[in-house]
């Protein structure tokens, strides 16, 4: 299940519960769940299970867009509210501007730093346009448990549309030449964790057909096909409440998998 089809906001609910639904494929598609959690308790009698200190909350990298030259200076004021609702701790990430293999290693190192700290399944991402393409690479590497990528640039080896916007030399300018390209781009790479796609149908900046093939290719890549151009969300609330809420349910899964496999031997009162 990787096109959900076009969405409008009188359906956003059906949509959003549509949309839920994917976490669970999502983790089905993961390695098998651990077996550790064994049913039935002692026979005959009741049990004792000493409360559990709850865990870190589950972090969320964030990345803005901006053609891996600019900053956006709305990413923010986007997308923390929603972060926060969601459950999440935010961590913003001003990654190099101008370089695509900087940009690409600074993320990693804040992906890599959060699961030292709090391990993998509680480290997320959430990234737009070119902050989208670094999100694809987070969940294709591994490097977080899950992510969502709102019109990535899935494939820069063709992306044609920099071109005509800022001249012959961009790649050269984001230090990108053809074999970084290849290399870097999401549709050339594994995906190891689930990834959710956002794409607005009429989207001019990065080809609908682009995460089409996308999706096709791999079945950790979900696509969200939704109403609107490159900047449909910024429009369109219910968009980003869905993003988050899908994290949020995948974040929700991993940590209920990790309580019933820590689960200690229960006591018998009898």
Do not use: C
């Not at 519960?17 to 999502?26: D, K, P, Q, Y």
């Not at 053609?67 to 923390?80: A, K, M, N």
């Not at 913003?92 to 399944?121: C, F, I, S, T, W």
């Not at 190891?192 to 794409?199: A, C, F, K, T, Y």
Request: no cysteine; charged share 20%.
């Amino acid at each position: 299940m990787r096109g959900i089809g076009q969405l409008r906001p009188a359906t956003a609910r059906a949509a959003l519960a549509r949309l839920l639904a994917l976490g669970a494929l999502a983790l089905a598609l993961l390695a098998p769940a651990s077996a550790a959690a064994a049913g039935g308790g002692v026979e005959g009698g009741e049990t004792e299970v000493p409360p559990k200190r709850p865990g870190p909350k589950p972090q969320l990298i964030l990345i803005h867009g901006g053609s891996f030259l600019y900053q956006d200076p709305e990413f923010r004021t986007l997308t923390r509210p929603w972060a926060l609702e969601e459950g999440f701790q935010p961590h913003y990430v001003d990654y190099p501007l101008g370089n695509l293999p900087a940009a690409v290693a600074a993320v990693r190192q804040e992906a890599r730093m959060l699961r030292q700290k709090v391990g993998l399944d509680r480290v997320y991402a959430y990234g737009a346009s070119a902050g989208g393409t670094l999100a694809a690479i987070l969940a294709g590497e591994g490097d977080v448990s899950a992510a969502v990528a709102k019109a990535p640039v899935s494939d820069l080896a063709t992306w044609e549309w920099p071109l005509g916007r800022y001249g012959a030399n961009y790649f050269e300018t984001i230090v990108a030449g053809p074999a970084t390209r290849l290399r870097l781009s999401p549709f050339n790479r594994a995906e190891e964790r689930p990834l959710l796609v956002i794409q607005g149908r009429q989207d001019q900046v990065v080809p609908v057909a682009m995460n089409e093939a996308f999706a096709a290719k791999f079945p950790r890549v979900h696509l969200w096909l939704v109403p609107g151009g490159h900047t449909t969300e910024r429009n369109r609330p219910w968009i980003l409440a869905g993003a988050m809420r899908w994290l949020a349910q995948l974040a929700a899964r991993h940590e209920k998998r990790e309580e019933e496999a820590e689960s200690p031997p229960v006591k018998s009162t009898r």
